[in-house]
């Protein structure tokens, strides 16, 4: 019981911070006419500017705030995954896959020709790649102690992550409408140039509904690239620590319990049910 209590103590402010922040967030997107901004990007916006306030306080809120960015994110998207059919699923990732080939020889091969030109080491270099072309800050962390990276080069990547969602997630509804983008469109365009898949949902969802539902779809076909990413640069790290004669190699070896994206099969679970049939088309659109 005692146990029961100090986690709910631990957790409980910084959930009720997250969900009043959502539920006033989509109060005031009700009253915005032509839903302008979306609830999401109102969320972040308001965040924002609580934030001076919430710094004071943010050893209190930080567990929950963590609770929620990760762990109820992801129950979304898995639950999300009962408005969809397998047809979709996999119609959607297979464009995601081809759009990926283009990522992965633009964002690696862009990033090492900077790289070089700006005279960036080859650890900064990788981790801004692999924040490009996965997952942004998950692939950061994941990489990071994979080819032991500084510290100050994780924080830096992971700090132009946050500053280029946080362009998208305000910029990219914009610019779509202005260019007059399909829902598929730009759904597909989200879910392949946005990093974290915190700001995918936002980006996507400020935009249409279907729009969101397409861009997740295509954001978890790249989170999945994950595991080759994280053992490829493994391997070249060890072949570099052989070629500059370093001894005592440190650097964490991958592990795919850690690396991989379980939540990912949940969401196909959750596919899976809603094309049985089981569950009733009221329940499912409702």
């Known amino acids: 019981m005692n146990l029961v209590k100090r986690t709910l103590k631990k957790f409980s402010l910084g959930v009720l ?7 006033a967030a989509t109060l005031l997107n009700g009253l915005i006419p032509k839903d302008l901004l979306g609830a999401g990007i109102l969320a972040l916006l308001m965040g924002m500017a609580l934030n001076p306030l919430v710094s004071r306080v943010w050893q209190t809120v930080s567990p929950g705030v963590s609770f929620v960015s990760s762990k109820v994110l992801r129950l979304g998207i898995i639950l999300m995954g009962v408005s969809l059919s397998f047809s ?9 896959l081809a759009l990926m080939f283009f990522t992965l020889l633009t964002a690696f091969g862009g990033g090492y020709l900077l790289g070089k030109v700006f005279k960036v080491n080859w650890k900064l270099r990788s981790l801004l790649c692999v924040s490009t072309a996965i997952c942004g800050g998950s692939a950061v962390a994941a990489v990071g102690p994979t080819i032991e990276a500084d510290d100050r080069d994780i924080a830096y990547a992971i700090s132009a992550t946050f500053l280029f969602d946080l362009l998208t997630v305000l910029a990219f509804p914009w610019i779509g409408r202005w260019l007059g983008l399909s829902d598929t469109s730009f759904g597909l365009w989200v879910g392949t140039a946005v990093n974290d898949t915190s700001s995918v949902v936002a980006t996507g969802y400020a935009f249409s509904d279907a729009a ?7 954001k978890l076909t790249r989170t999945l690239f994950i595991v080759p990413v994280v053992l490829v640069f493994s391997a070249i790290n060890a072949r570099v620590s052989r070629k500059s004669g370093s001894k005592g190699n440190s650097a964490k070896k991958p592990s795919l319990m850690k690396i991989f994206p379980f939540f990912i099969l949940f969401f196909l679970l959750m596919v899976a049910i809603k094309s049985t049939g089981v569950l009733p088309e009221g329940a499912v659109n409702g």
């Not at 911070?17 to 539920?23: K, Y």
């Not at 979709?88 to 995601?96: H, N, T």
């Open 17 to 23: 911070l997250c969900f009043s922040l959502g539920a």
């Open 88 to 96: 979709q699923v996999f119609l959607v990732g297979k464009y995601a």
């Open 212 to 218: 969101g539902q397409l861009a997740v779809i295509v």
